[in-house]
């Protein structure tokens, strides 16, 4: 049986690498049960972390700004509770979720228009349902580049702000975004004398309010108009070099500065890092290089099922030793075909990869195609039998970094298996984000950990290795004061997160001047900020969805051997661990 498990899963894997074709498109995430009315949202996943799926009276769908403050006006005038909804829904918390189910949602999909390029200035302004795909190819035909971004580019410009999505980099302003942004415009409510809606064009001559809009979570109302500082096109070489781990502490802080892209993916349990060497050149040099990151293309339905069962039996039989099979597997396949990258746009012949910057910054091409009744899909398509994972996105100060993974060497030291799981998700990707001055931005210069990893379709059921996952995430948010990505994340790592931010105070008070009655803000946003008790939901199990910290082993699976417990390096963490009948 594991023999053919893994014979079956190196096929599955060869299929990830190089099947393209066309896909199903993801399906809408808002649905209706009659015209844009009675609906439902969730996000591309199919679910958010507590499971639910959110509700909705009814859904606008604005083409203009003059519309666009035309419904924002209706709703603040009915005191109703709005949402801000994005073309593909990629944010993992209840961003986007109404209150009750009376709230109204107000969808981006058509304010998807470029707006005005100014070459001399070197400037482009967007409605804010344009996608960051629409941002770079605009721009590239100005000769233009937005200079970092996010590796997946199926976000809009007002999500990607809203939640603070940033690339890879210690250069310049940083990789933030949000740090580009030279001007916006948002649609609050307002008062009678305003026709009960707000237009507030923001630039750096109101810098307060401007710092609060940049990275908002949705709270302050609709961002309608977008303006971003771009550079000149350029061009890039990357090079992927795999080392042992031995001196990644060492390691982490100078490599950042040495390369103006860099990045890293950490393999904790293979004792392996990989290491992007990647830096802006002369465009005189040769090279027509892109990126096409494999787990982001189409993949055949069939071969995503393989897989999904494979983890699930290694699951359900407590099977480590598969799940590091499979891990070796996954990652030596994406790293034998350079993880999309190709020197021409066809075939991959060998590093470095010389290209120019708009075909090597982002990727997603399982989102550009027509349907295909499901026989392919974006891997994670909650119509199929795919991926369904958890996510810990966390950033921590470069100074105390090296001690962060220290810590987590330390726990893979005792349970060398342990992060097998998460290697089957392409490990930990490191990413570099400076200090920003956006209130809800990074407070220092950090690095980036974005972890994916198994979730299992019955909440009841515990993970094999949960407790050394939960005190990582555990160790990264209360030890060393890890920030959250605010797209990301199950709720623990939003736990106390606005103490964090030295600004908080500055941001709520622009909140309460845009939008006193929170109109705009959910009951998740408000436990988020502060205002309204904590965003752990204290009940049975619920531990195993990370809604809260065990403090009881109810919170845990206690039928299934799992109890709550200290953490293993990390006293004071508390996690789900399998206690054997003798330690009960």
């Known amino acids: 049986m594991e023999i053919f498990q893994r014979i079956l899963l190196s096929t599955s894997c060869l299929l990830l690498a190089v099947f393209m074709v066309d896909c199903s498109p993801p399906e809408s995430h808002i649905k209706c049960s009659s015209t844009n009315t009675n609906c439902t949202i969730t996000n591309s996943y199919g679910t958010f972390p507590d499971r639910s799926i959110c509700q909705a009276a009814n859904v606008a769908y604005p083409t203009t700004e003059e519309e666009l403050i035309s419904i924002v006006a209706g709703a603040t005038e009915a005191k109703r509770k709005v949402k801000v909804a994005t073309r593909y829904s990629h944010s993992i918390p209840k961003l986007a979720c109404p209150d009750g189910q009376n709230g109204l949602l107000i969808s981006t999909d058509y304010l998807n228009r470029p707006l005005e390029i100014d070459v001399q200035s070197m400037k482009i302004s967007v409605e ?21 971004s996010p590796y997946w580019w199926g976000l809009t410009i007002g999500g990607l702000l809203s939640t603070g999505a940033h690339g890879s980099t210690l250069w310049g302003k940083g990789s933030a975004i949000h740090d580009y942004v030279v001007a916006l415009t948002i649609i609050s409510p307002g008062g009678p004398e305003d026709g009960y809606a707000k237009v507030r064009s923001l630039n750096e001559s109101n810098s307060t309010e401007l710092n609060a809009a940049k990275v908002s979570l949705g709270v302050l109302g609709v961002i309608s108009k977008v303006t971003l500082q771009l550079q000149p096109l350029f061009k890039r070489s990357i090079s992927y070099v795999a080392k042992k781990d031995t001196d990644l502490g060492d390691q982490v802080a100078s490599f950042g500065r040495q390369h103006e892209f860099a990045d890293i993916t950490w393999y904790p349990s293979q004792g392996k890092a990989v290491y992007r060497i990647d830096d802006r050149i002369s465009s005189n040099i040769s090279g027509n290089g892109l990126y096409d990151y494999i787990p982001f293309r189409s993949t055949l339905s069939l071969g995503l099922a393989a897989i999904r069962t494979t983890e699930d039996t290694q699951e359900s039989l407590k099977d480590p030793d598969g799940k590091c099979a499979s891990a070796k597997l996954i990652t030596s396949t994406l790293e034998n075909f350079a993880y999309g990258l190709t020197n021409n746009g066809i075939v991959f012949t060998g590093y ?233």
Not at 131 to 143: D, M, P, W, Y
Not at 451 to 462: A, M, S, V
Request: net charge neutral; with cysteine.
């Open 128 to 148: 804010s349902g344009v996608t960051l795909r629409q941002l770079i190819n605009e721009a590239a035909k100005a000769g233009l580049a937005l200079p970092y």
């Open 352 to 584: 470095p990869i010389i290209g120019y910057h708009n075909r090597l910054q982002s990727s997603g091409t399982c989102l550009d195609s027509p349907e295909d009744a499901l026989i392919t899909a974006c891997p994670w398509d909650s119509r199929i039998k795919g991926e369904y994972f958890f996510q810990a996105t966390f950033s921590i100060s470069l100074s105390v970094v090296k001690r962060f993974l220290q810590d987590v060497r330390d726990l893979v030291k005792l349970e060398p298996r342990a992060l097998c799981g998460l290697e089957q998700y392409n490990g930990i990707l490191m990413r570099y984000v400076k200090a920003s001055s956006a209130y809800l931005g990074k407070e220092d210069d950090a690095l980036d950990f974005d972890i994916t990893f198994y979730r299992n379709k019955d909440p009841t059921k515990p993970r094999l290795y949960e407790d050394i996952l939960e005190e990582i995430e555990q160790l990264a948010v209360f030890k060393y004061g890890g920030l959250p990505h605010w797209g990301k994340n199950r709720n623990l790592v939003f736990n106390g997160a606005l103490k964090k931010y030295k600004n908080a105070g500055a941001f709520l008070r622009v909140k309460e001047m845009y939008d006193p009655m929170g109109l705009f803000s959910n009951e998740w946003t408000d436990q988020v900020l502060g205002l309204k008790g904590d965003v752990n939901i204290i009940k049975e199990g619920c531990a195993l969805e990370g809604l809260c910290i065990c403090s009881q082993d109810t919170h845990c699976a206690p039928r299934d051997g799992y109890l709550c417990r200290a953490g293993k390096i990390y006293q004071d963490a508390r996690v789900c661990a399998l206690v054997s009948t003798s330690e009960q």
